[in-house]
């Protein structure tokens, strides 16, 4: 056995410690030059001819709203720029949904953040979804607090109907609709019953009547889901057999919480204008909504006046 120069050893391993390994690629933000000044131009003509109906000719906004300025960058600085591009390839231009290219989509991005003031730089900004996450937004600080609820306001605030009411009005409905792009695709019209008719469309059982777009209704029941999942927590609200609506109970709180976060992910899968996603995403609204069944609105002990137990909801 030869022996080991313990000097050699220790040289060794100072130098492997000091000895700088492959430097990380560090994420790049809209202020380091992503896109080129041919590429903004050619999306300056894409965004004349698709999108400034509607956004208007100096992206101030009109019938849509502004992609510049403060009010457009605080809705977009917290996700990765892929989020904006894909958002413009998957819902728009409003009359053409869908018809604009990657390339295209790319292109009017770079225009948009060429408006913003954001330094051009001497590449294109790349047009597929992966290079695109890799570029986010320049730290910003916080948003200004919201101004509290002014006196009549808080006037109005008590709550109308009961718990069963809210639900059936808003989440049912809702939650049943994102489920149905399980078996039909949002894009795809629904024939028309047999003997209707009528011109093909959704039905209203499962669509709305056909008086918006399917992938819409999509977006409007996700976007319900969310934003009444605070209705949940309104004080003195009733539940249907009179007792009062646990909003204090940590639970009930957490349940109200998961369902606001299964709305906002059905939204997004539904902004891909994707029915997998959507599909995929139906099992956290469902577990959402069986999180908080299970311990206040399944009750066993039912009677034969009462085989749901009805009486015996909203207490743990």
């Not at 917290?78 to 604009?100: D, H």
């Not at 093909?200 to 918006?212: E, K, N, P, R, T």
Request: net charge neutral.
């Amino acid at each position: 056995m030869f022996g080991v120069d313990t000097r050699l050893a220790s040289a060794f391993v100072v130098l492997v410690v000091l000895t700088p390994g492959p430097l990380l690629a560090q994420p790049r933000t809209v202020q380091d030059g992503v896109y080129s000044e041919g590429q903004a131009g050619r999306g300056q003509g894409v965004y004349k001819a698709r999108c400034a109906t509607c956004h208007g000719a100096s992206l101030a906004g009109g019938l849509a709203p502004p992609l510049s300025g403060d009010e457009f960058t605080s809705r977009w600085n917290a996700q990765p720029l892929a989020e904006l591009a894909g958002k413009i390839r998957n819902t728009m231009p409003a009359n053409a949904v869908g018809s604009l290219t990657p390339e295209q989509t790319a292109d009017v991005t770079a225009y948009i953040l060429q408006v913003g003031k954001f330094p051009p730089g001497r590449g294109d900004l790349p047009t597929d979804e992966a290079g695109l996450k890799q570029i986010g937004w320049p730290p910003r600080g916080r948003p200004a607090a919201t101004p509290a609820a002014s006196a009549p306001l808080a006037a109005f605030s008590p709550p109308l109907g009961n718990l069963a009411q809210v639900m059936r009005g808003i989440l049912f409905p809702s939650s049943n609709l994102i489920f149905n792009v399980q078996s039909w695709d949002p894009a795809t019209l629904k024939p028309p019953p047999a003997g209707s008719g009528g011109n093909a469309g959704f039905s209203w059982v499962d669509w709305g009547a056909g008086i918006y777009k399917g992938w819409e209704l999509v977006d409007y029941a996700a976007v319900a889901l969310a934003e009444s999942a605070p209705l949940m927590l309104t004080p003195g609200r009733r539940c249907e057999n009179g007792r009062a609506v646990p909003v204090e109970r940590p639970d009930w709180i957490k349940f109200s919480e998961e369902l606001a976060v299964a709305g906002r992910a059905a939204y997004k899968a539904s902004q891909a204008r994707n029915q997998d996603l959507v599909s995929e995403v139906t099992e956290q609204v469902s577990n959402a909504c069986l999180h908080c069944h299970e311990v206040y609105r399944d009750k066993p002990g039912g009677t034969a006046a009462d085989p749901s137990n009805k009486a015996a909801r909203c207490v743990p």
